[in-house]
Structures are given as C-alpha cells and as structure tokens.
C-alpha cells in the first residue's frame, strides 16, 4: 500500500514537478498555503511533509510547529530557496528532518521521501543539515594558495554534470511516454527553468573562480565555447 505524503508549495510549476516525481511510489495530498497545509498537516493521514519555507498566510516554520505539535514523530521535509543560520536552526529546533536548498536533485528528494517515511515510530527526527554537493550547486573553495585548485574546479564541474544528468534523465523519461500532458507540459517547463538556473550559477562561479588566477590561461577560456541562453544574445 503506498504511503501518503502531503505536499505544502506555494508554486504551482514546482509543485507539479514534485508530484510528478513522487506519484508512483506515494499518494500525494497538496496544499498552497500554510493555513491549509496546517489544516491537512493536523487531520489528515499523512505519512511524511514536505513543505515551502516562504508561503503565503503561515510560513514553513508556523506550519511545521503546529504540525509536529500534533504529530511529534510524522517526518518532515523542508524546501527552501532562502535559507538563512538563523532559520535552519529555527527549522532543526523544530524537528525538521531533512532541508532541502533549492534547485535541489529530485532523485535524492524521492530517496529521502522513502527513506523517511520507512522510518516508522521514530520520535526523533535525523537532522540533516543542506549539503551543496547533493543537489548539484558547485562550490568552489579557495586552496591554501588562495586560488582555486583543479581538484575544486574538477569537483565543481563534476557536481554540475550529475545534477543536469538527472534532470535530462527526467526529461527523457517524460517526453518518451506515448501521450504528453498538461502536467507533463508543467514539469518540462520548470525542470529546463532550473537547469538553466544552474548552467548560469556554474559559469558564474567557475568564471570567477579561473580569472582570479594568477596565469588563468584567459585567451583560452576566452575561445571557449559557452552555452547560448536565453537572454544572453
């Protein structure tokens, strides 16, 4: 019998694309708003949260008090494209067991969603704190030179590709079915809109990161092909 996870996100797209995801594993139950998810969150059979951090009416850390105030041990998933020290601790206090940044990987979300929700009867939550790596946003840290090491900028990239990967793969396993849907339509439009959010943040950082150095070999990079967004012409 599939378990039941109720979704709390105040946009439509992403929302679409999480359902998309998780369908055929679990029944999905959906709500815009913190006040409705609180009310579904408190009388309604779920087995696992996941939530916004900023919605409208009640935001994630009020929705997610008043449900673990109800359900001490239900599982709880936070989304979040804001996260601050001071809100992860809030969240963490709380009893949140996993926050996800965003754009984070769906094929780690649906690894966390079930692994959460075989955890049955724990009263208290795994604290997971954000790992970068995980959802393929690079990070490029300086050597003890000061400069960025080729093993970084290595990691980087490779980080980078796995995260476009998975999303291609989604891709792929969309437009492939026999008919496409309106969801479907949904879901292609914001998993292109967040690897493009990627491939900008990439360049940027790794851009950066290479013309800092102090022989960045910038005729080179300047010959480089890059990729052709949107806007960008």
């Given at each position: 019998?599939?378990?039941?996870?109720l979704?709390?996100?105040?946009?439509?797209a992403l929302?679409?694309?999480?359902?998309?995801?998780?369908?055929?594993?679990f029944n999905?139950?959906?709500?815009?708003?913190?006040t409705?998810?609180?009310?579904?969150?408190?009388?309604?059979a779920?087995?696992l949260i996941i939530?916004?951090?900023?919605?409208?009416?009640?935001?994630?850390?009020?929705?997610i008090?008043?449900?673990k105030k109800?359900?001490?041990?239900?599982?709880v998933?936070?989304?979040?494209?804001y996260l601050?020290?001071e809100s992860?601790?809030?969240f963490?206090?709380l009893?949140?067991?996993?926050?996800?940044?965003?754009?984070?990987?769906?094929r780690t979300?649906?690894?966390a969603?079930?692994?959460?929700s075989?955890?049955?009867?724990?009263?208290?939550?795994?604290?997971v704190?954000?790992n970068s790596?995980?959802?393929?946003?690079?990070?490029?840290?300086?050597?003890?030179t000061?400069y960025p090491?080729?093993g970084?900028?290595?990691?980087?990239s490779l980080?980078?590709?796995?995260?476009l990967a998975?999303k291609i793969?989604?891709?792929?396993t969309?437009?492939?079915?026999?008919?496409i849907?309106?969801n479907?339509i949904n879901s292609?439009r914001?998993?292109?809109?967040?690897?493009?959010?990627?491939?900008?943040n990439f360049?940027?950082k790794?851009?950066h990161s290479?013309?800092?150095?102090?022989?960045?070999?910038?005729?080179?990079?300047q010959?480089?092909?890059?990729?052709?967004l949107?806007g960008?012409n």
């Open positions: 019998m599939k378990k039941n996870v979704l709390v996100e105040d946009d439509p929302r679409m694309v999480v359902r998309e995801v998780l369908k055929e594993d999905i139950d959906e709500a815009d708003n913190g409705d998810g609180i009310e579904k969150g408190v009388h309604s779920a087995d939530l916004d951090y900023h919605l409208p009416k009640q935001d994630g850390l009020e929705v008090a008043a449900i109800a359900h001490p041990s239900i599982p998933i936070v989304l979040t494209g601050s020290p992860e601790k809030q963490n206090r009893g949140a067991s996993k926050i996800f940044p965003k754009p984070f990987n769906y979300l649906l690894d969603v079930k692994d959460l075989n955890e049955s009867g724990s009263s208290s939550p795994t604290i704190k954000p790596n995980s959802i393929g946003e690079p990070s490029i840290s300086k050597s003890a000061g090491s080729d970084l900028m290595l990691q980087a980080n980078t590709l796995a995260s998975e793969e989604f891709l792929q969309t437009t492939e079915k026999y008919w849907e309106i479907d292609i914001e998993t292109t809109r967040i690897m493009e959010a990627e491939l900008r360049y940027g790794i851009n290479l013309f800092e150095m102090p022989d960045p070999h910038k005729q080179v990079l010959s480089a092909r890059k990729p052709c949107l960008d």
